[in-house]
């Protein structure tokens, strides 16, 4: 545990340093980043790890103390990945070149999830941990489809697009998933997918507080109306 807490500090110190760094002499390259993508995924193999021991009441809360003060900081990797992001996919189960944990993982998403992860957080593509878990399906498919459900049911949006155009709703149905779409949206998400698909001006007709949920279900090409 107290080698956890420690990487969350170091992981924190470092976010702080790349958001310092960031301009024209700061290159996405180098060795600073890949180290910092590292830390990251070290993190998720931990917080693996220590889900799977026992623990006394006060050492589970110490536990999820430290893990939300690491999804508090929102770390980001390398293509802009949250942890969540990281927590689904497969490719993290090589760190280094050494395998340490599976991944996707279903424990690490919903502690991450019950200690304050941003659920409809996007990458630098605009992908949500959604979007990711249904692309990594065929991975470690009973698993994931475990992480569907737990998306699904702590409020992660099917109607978010990504840079490609693509919703999560678009990559279930093209992937025949059993999922009821009218199940996990609401009028608010219809209407804000109405407003975005016809680009109707509404940025000086709504709370400011809303411009951001509008605008994530839309296309990318109409971000900028």
Do not use: W
């Amino acid at each position: 545990m107290d080698v956890f807490a420690k990487l969350t500090e170091q992981i924190i110190d470092g976010q702080h340093v790349i958001n310092i760094q960031k301009g024209d002499q700061f290159s996405s390259e180098c060795n600073l980043v890949e180290d910092f993508q590292l830390l990251l995924q070290l993190s998720l193999h931990m917080i693996h790890l220590i889900s799977q021991l026992p623990q006394s009441e006060e050492e589970g809360f110490n536990f999820k103390r430290v893990v939300h003060q690491l999804v508090s900081a929102n770390p980001r990797g390398q293509e802009g990945e949250s942890l969540l992001h990281l927590s689904v996919d497969p490719k993290i189960s090589l760190t280094s070149e050494e395998f340490f944990s599976p991944f996707p993982s279903l424990a690490v998403v919903q502690i991450l999830i019950d200690c304050g992860a941003d659920i409809n957080a996007v990458d630098h593509k605009r992908n949500t941990a959604l979007h990711n878990s249904i692309k990594f399906l065929t991975y470690s498919e009973l698993q994931n489809e475990g992480i569907l459900a737990c998306l699904l049911g702590h409020g992660a949006h099917v109607d978010v697009y990504n840079g490609d155009g693509q919703s999560a709703l678009t990559l279930i149905q093209t992937a025949g998933l059993p999922v009821f779409p009218l199940q996990y949206r609401s009028l608010q998400c219809l209407a804000s997918e109405v407003i975005m698909k016809n680009n109707i001006p509404f940025q000086n007709e709504v709370p400011s507080s809303l411009i951001p949920f509008i605008k994530m279900h839309g296309h990318s090409k109409y971000m900028e109306h």
